[in-house]
């Protein structure tokens, strides 16, 4: 049974920073592909960062162009741990955040990109 598990979420002022982790616990995340994403009241759901395979060239990272430059995915794989480090906050990427893992090597089609399990979210705010 796979479980993910976010935290790091909650209040920062804009221009701030804030860090979040997801730990994976049933499946190493280096046999995985993850992403980020985020779901603003009244917004469809995208995808923000994402890291295929370990040693794939999948393992090269992809940003949303609203992130670019801000948002860093990374992954411990001995703690089995992915994090998205978010600097330069702004309102607009307040969202409920969520972590998600694919179990194949190959990305499906956006919003969700194949996703085959997903955190519970967690509610990033950025006050202005």
């Known amino acids: 049974q796979v479980q993910l598990v976010e935290s790091g979420g909650g209040l920062v002022q804009a221009g701030g920073s804030l860090r979040l982790s997801c730990a994976a616990s049933?499946?190493?995340?280096?046999?995985?592909?993850i992403g980020w994403f985020r779901q603003a009241p009244g917004k469809e759901r995208e995808c923000v960062a994402r890291?295929?395979?370990?040693?794939?060239?999948?393992?090269?990272?992809y940003y949303a162009d609203s992130v670019k430059d801000r948002f860093t995915i990374s992954r411990d794989n001995a703690k089995n741990t992915v994090y998205l480090q978010m600097t330069t906050l702004k309102p607009e990427d307040t969202a409920v955040y969520y972590c998600?893992?694919?179990?194949?090597?190959?990305?499906?089609?956006?919003?969700?990109?194949?996703?085959?399990?997903w955190g519970k979210g967690i509610l990033v705010t950025v006050s202005s």
């Open positions: 890291i295929g395979w370990s040693g794939w060239s999948g393992g090269t990272p």
């Open positions: 998600a893992l694919g179990r194949d090597p190959y990305w499906g089609a956006p919003p969700n990109y194949g996703m085959d399990y």
């Open positions: 049933g499946r190493a995340l280096s046999a995985s592909r």
